[in-house]
């Protein structure tokens, strides 16, 4: 079926990414926006029609993905698993390295066939849509696309998708600005024992890899009132655990003038809510403070976790990366997490084949891995970002050296992975079981330290903290017995 839409030449007022802009910071006061509303002529638009979202990325990501699906259910929408069925597609993209970014062009690929046999609706969000290069892709090699919206402005999804089906054209709506906050867009959560619960937004540490201080704008930190008040009311509802998301979660408040609270504060109060688990993620080397261990330390709900991304062990690549610690300042706080914090379960995030990555800076790195004994990491090849200090820089190493040296490093990690589970082998240990397991006719969910452990039990386990005996250590995952 084919069926008419506006050239672009002829559609007006789109507001389109702008990198330069993007990078501005400025100590302009941040807004708390609450008067989120889904009018009435909106609330129809979905009726009778089915809507899919697919998430890309981070934590982060899967929140937003709450607020996305929650605003579609808001304007009538219900949802649906299968593109097959969709009438709605929103894609929540994230820029973080070259291969999230392929899939999700690979996604639109597909979407333009299925386009051509029935009106579906596409939409694209989240941190592609605020890269200027990616948005002149969609207008120049996707015209099949919907609506494009930025991170900074989710909240007007509703709005977004009106406009561009009123206009029959592409809508492109991306605010390349500092940020504001934004307190009341609906959730619809995706578990009801676990939840995502946001502390801050954006970013002002501007490694010169990454892209995130541009796609999400500055370092924001929601008022304490809020944070614990979603925590309390997830309580009351039964929630078991919660996430604390941010950045940099760890200079929580920094950025709040004459906020004389901190994330330590903020942990213990957290704490006080009497929520079961708490996690946080991501922290940064620079700004954990000796109180903030000792609040983990001394809080059984605040969880023996801390994802600790050291990215490099050479303090040469370290600089160029402008991470600003060192690898020794780095390996003084691991030393002192491990030895304040019992059971401290320690993962972090590598980049191998940064530019200027010498066969000696590599090797830094595998001795940092060697001296901190990760229980997991995230490993990555450096990945070019358009906009971003080091896309300048100088690279010289062939790709199939930056693999080698990815697989080098993993067989290390995985090592200590197994290493790190087959402590546990026997013991009986606490599991938030929450969903079936993979494996056919288990249960899974997390230790208090953050270890992924595949249960036999009764489906009505699902939800509850149950004492697990470990009967089997693999390098990504434990299986136990319930022992109650
Ligand atoms: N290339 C590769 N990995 C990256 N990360 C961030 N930017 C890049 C990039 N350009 C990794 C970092 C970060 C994690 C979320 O993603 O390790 O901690
Ligand atoms: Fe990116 Fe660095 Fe900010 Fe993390 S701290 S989001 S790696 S700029």
Same mark, same amino acid.
């Given at each position: ?23 501005? !910071? ?162 619809? !959560? ?121 990215? +490099? ?86 790709? +199939? ?84």
């Amino acid at each position: 079926m084919c069926y008419y839409r506006l050239e672009f030449s002829e559609v007006k007022n789109m507001e389109k990414p702008n990198l330069k802009d993007a990078r501005i !910071r400025t100590h302009n006061k941040v807004n708390i926006i609450r008067n989120f509303k889904i009018s009435d002529e909106l609330k129809e638009i979905g009726k009778n029609k089915k809507y899919l979202v697919k998430t890309y990325g981070c934590q982060m990501n899967e929140r937003d993905s709450e607020n996305i699906c929650a605003m579609l259910e808001g304007m009538g929408y219900t949802r649906t698993n299968t593109i097959d069925n969709a009438d709605l597609v929103v894609l929540n993209t994230c820029a973080i390295r070259e291969n999230a970014h392929n899939k999700v062009f690979g996604m639109l690929g597909r979407l333009k066939h299925l386009k051509e046999e029935r009106p579906i609706m596409v939409g694209v969000c989240g941190c592609m849509a605020q890269e200027e290069v990616v948005v002149n892709e969609i207008m120049t090699k996707n015209k099949h696309v919907d609506f494009v919206l930025g991170t900074h402005n989710l909240h007007r999804l509703p709005e977004v998708i009106k406009n561009s089906i009123d206009k029959n054209a592409l809508e492109v709506e991306v605010w390349s600005k500092e940020g504001d906050i934004i307190e009341d867009i609906p959730i619809k !959560r995706e578990s009801k024992y676990k939840a995502w619960v946001n502390i801050m937004y954006g970013c002002d540490k501007f490694c010169t890899y990454c892209i995130v201080p541009y796609t999400r704008g500055k370092q924001r930190s929601r008022l304490k009132e809020d944070i614990i008040k979603e925590v309390s009311d997830l309580v009351s509802e039964g929630y078991q655990e919660v996430t604390l998301l941010g950045q940099n979660v760890n200079a929580y408040g920094k950025d709040i003038e004459g906020y004389n609270y901190n994330m330590a504060n903020l942990l213990s109060d957290v704490a006080k809510t009497g929520i079961k688990r708490i996690k946080f993620v991501t922290s940064h080397p620079w700004d954990f403070t000796d109180d903030m261990i000792s609040v983990i330390r001394d809080n059984e709900n605040v969880l023996p976790y801390v994802h600790l991304p050291v990215q +490099s062990g050479s303090n040469k690549i370290l600089k160029l990366m402008g991470r600003k610690y060192t690898r020794e300042s780095y390996l003084e706080l691991v030393h002192k997490l491990r030895e304040n914090i019992p059971n401290l379960c320690l993962t972090t995030d590598i980049i191998v084949g940064f530019p200027n990555e010498t066969d000696e800076d590599f090797n830094d790195t595998l001795s940092i891995v060697n001296e901190c004994k990760y229980d997991q990491a995230y490993t990555f090849i450096y990945s070019k970002r358009v906009g971003t200090p080091a896309a300048a820089m100088q690279d010289s190493i062939p790709l +199939s050296k930056k693999e080698e040296r990815l697989q080098v490093l993993n067989e290390l990690i995985n090592k200590y992975s197994l290493e790190s589970n087959k402590k546990l082998l026997n013991k009986v240990v606490d599991v938030l079981i929450d969903c079936k397991s993979e494996k056919e006719g288990m249960l899974s969910g997390y230790t208090s330290n953050n270890k992924l452990v595949n249960v036999c039990a009764p489906i009505s386990y699902i939800g509850k903290i149950a004492k697990v005996k470990i009967t089997e250590c693999k390098t990504w995952s434990l299986d136990g017995v319930l022992d109650e």
